[in-house]
């Protein structure tokens, strides 16, 4: 799948995702599976998952990134979600959705350090 | 009571979904709702499209602007699926008949400020809801 135009960059120990504004249900499929090969085989221990341009977000939607976040702790990895907008904050949560324990954070700046002192607690 | 015209979408495959939430945004800012009321409203169009296409694989979604003592949004979902068995069970978030994760129904409705529900068993379900532009507590 070439056309959902998802790019997962690479930055150290990291891998920043960022989520297109309006995905549709395969995009959302698609952007998993993209995670997860990035993940495997890469010496990547954090994932950021960027949500800052993203204006809905539906139960599949919400499903699938807690599902994400799952399955990259699997493989040992951290995600910090970064960038959920207030009013869609809002109205996750009175639907009544529960991303679960995902660590977030308001940018991506803020994700980055988040995610560090993840990552060194761990170490511990 | 409706001056404007009527838009639609049908729904047969997942892409439709986007296409009503990018038609029911528009329309929604144009009606002069605010991001948090308009993020509502998309959302609930998300799941209750979703519904149809999960439940009854096609129908059609429509939208039209309310005008009376009060402006408003206007989406109907309307399919020939199933229908729904127990409305009641339906209605309780967590709920699920299957495929979905049993928030759609009971989670548009709190997004929404009423919902209406017709559906019989093996002729399909229309679900009715709509936002009022004064009813803003956000």
Redesign the interface.
Known sequence: MMTSGISVMRLGAVLLVAVPSDPDDDTIADLQVRIMEALNGSSAQGLILDISTVQTVDSYFARTLTETVQMVGLMGGVTVLSGMQASVAVTTTQLGLSLGPIPTALNVDRAMVRLQELLSERQI | METESVSEVVIVS??D??LA??GI?EAAVECGFG??D???I??AA??LS?NVFLYAGEGVVTWHVLHGAHVGLELRFIDHGPGIEDLDKAMQ?GFTSGR??G??L???K??MDEMLIETEAGLGTTVIVRKWLSSRF?
Do not use: N
């Open positions: 997942e892409y979904i986007v939430r990018k945004r991001l948090t308009v993020t509502r998309v959302t998300s799941e979703r978030p979905g994760m928030m759609g009971p989670g548009a709190r997004l956000e």
